[in-house]
């Protein structure tokens, strides 16, 4: 597996890359041997990792190892199917037996909300390789169909295999806030903050929330993830919508002070313009926690009947629903309970049990 998107601290991508690999190797350890290829210093417990010399942390470094590089280093191990969990696989130098996982088509669907240069290497670099892979997994119907629609990639190549969701690690404090702070209910959104989050339009509908309903001291909105790109308007949105000292930005925190940031929120709110899959939804919801989502790409797929959905661009109803998960207990009660029982569906070692199914697939073609 090529796990050179894998660090401690990684979110999407190096999270799925950890989760896989744990589950995997803990369930298929004594017939399969599993080994990720990864960064110098980089470990994922438990997992047998081959680790490179060199440094390739910055993307367009590790984009030329993996296009130009990757296969000579595959070429000095025996293997049977090698999978890239992101979206590109070797299309210069190209592998025996490549598998691939697409987590989303927001680069297709959604441009203009990543750097032009990112936009464009992505798009070339996924219509490229989804005609190379052997077998292409996406986390979602909704995904398999933009694939479908979009690159043409026929229906039997690919295999829908939801992601799951981590044990929870609980008893632990939130970092950056005072004592004072903790003691005030907050909304909690979660993600990379970059423009298909629509932090900003959260921050507007916080705001009018707030207002309106003569709220302000009394609760706060904390955004948890680190800086990712055209960011700027978001950090200017507090106080362009007059709640700067209630909008606390966390940047990272670690899973464990997530999981408790999860547990203690009023709810989370997820208003993204498109997701692949969603997991910060499904993560809420194991904790017990309400949802308020978007109900586009494939969240409405993910949260079922387990969540509030809303338009992401409708501010009144993301507001409204806000104004709902205060006031109203019951509501707050019922969506916890719903979204337990929607989270148990989705496990990391049924994920394994199917990721592997495509191995055997492919390894006898």
């Given at each position: 597996m090529d796990g050179l998107l894998y660090h401690p601290k990684s979110a999407g991508i190096g999270r799925y890359i950890e989760s896989l690999a744990r589950a995997y190797d803990g369930k298929y350890r004594d017939i399969d041997e599993l080994r990720v290829i990864g960064l110098?210093?980089?470990?994922?417990?438990?997992?047998?990792?081959?680790?490179?010399?060199?440094?390739?942390?910055k993307s367009r470094n590790r984009i030329f190892y993996e296009q130009w590089q990757f296969r000579s280093r595959l070429d000095r191990m025996p293997y049977d199917v090698v999978h890239f969990p992101d979206y590109q696989v070797p299309v210069v130098r190209r592998v025996h037996h490549a598998v691939m996982t697409v987590h989303d088509m927001v680069?297709?669907?959604?441009?203009?909300?990543f750097p032009k240069v990112q936009t464009l290497v992505k798009q070339g670099l996924m219509a490229r390789?989804?005609?190379?892979?052997?077998?292409?997994?996406?986390?979602?119907?909704?995904?398999?169909?933009?694939?479908?629609?979009?690159?043409?990639?026929?229906?039997?190549r690919i295999s829908v295999i939801p992601h799951g969701v981590d044990p929870l690690e609980i008893d632990v404090k939130v970092p950056h806030m005072t004592e004072k702070e903790r003691e005030r209910p907050y909304f909690l959104a979660v993600g990379t903050i970059e423009p298909r989050k629509?932090?900003?339009?959260?921050?507007?509908?916080?705001?009018?929330?707030?207002?309106?309903?003569?709220?302000?001291?009394?609760?706060?909105?904390?955004?948890?993830?680190?800086?990712?790109?055209?960011?700027?308007?978001?950090?200017?949105?507090?106080?362009?919508?007059?709640?700067?000292?209630?909008?606390?930005?966390?940047?990272?925190?670690?899973?464990?002070?997530?999981?408790?940031?999860?547990?203690?929120?009023l709810a989370l709110v997820y208003p993204s313009f498109y997701e692949g899959f969603g997991l910060p939804v499904l993560e809420a919801m194991a904790c017990g926690t309400p949802v308020i989502s978007s109900n586009k790409g494939a969240l409405k797929e993910v949260c079922g009947d387990a969540a509030l959905l809303a338009d992401p661009s409708?501010?009144?109803?993301?507001?409204?629903?806000?104004?709902?998960?205060?006031?109203?207990?019951?509501?707050?009660?019922?969506?916890?309970?719903?979204?337990?029982?929607?989270?148990?569906?989705?496990?990391?070692?049924?994920?394994?049990?199917?990721?592997?199914?495509?191995?055997?697939?492919v390894a006898d073609q």
């Open positions: 110098s210093g980089q470990s994922i417990p438990g997992v047998n990792m081959i680790h490179l010399s060199r440094s390739l942390e680069a297709f669907k959604y441009p203009s909300l390789s989804v005609k190379v892979a052997r077998r292409v997994i996406v986390p979602s119907r909704a995904t398999a169909d933009d694939l479908q629609e979009i690159l043409k990639v026929p229906a039997d629509n932090f900003e339009g959260l921050i507007h509908a916080f705001s009018q929330f707030i207002h309106e309903n003569h709220l302000n001291g009394q609760t706060d909105l904390l955004i948890a993830g680190k800086k990712g790109w055209l960011y700027e308007s978001v950090l200017e949105a507090p106080g362009k919508w007059n709640v700067g000292e209630r909008v606390f930005l966390l940047d990272y925190v670690s899973k464990a002070d997530l999981h408790e940031l999860y547990r203690n929120a409708d501010i009144d109803r993301l507001s409204q629903y806000m104004k709902q998960i205060w006031e109203d207990r019951d509501l707050r009660i019922s969506l916890g309970q719903r979204g337990r029982e929607r989270a148990a569906r989705y496990t990391w070692a049924v994920a394994a049990e199917m990721t592997r199914e495509v191995y055997l697939q």
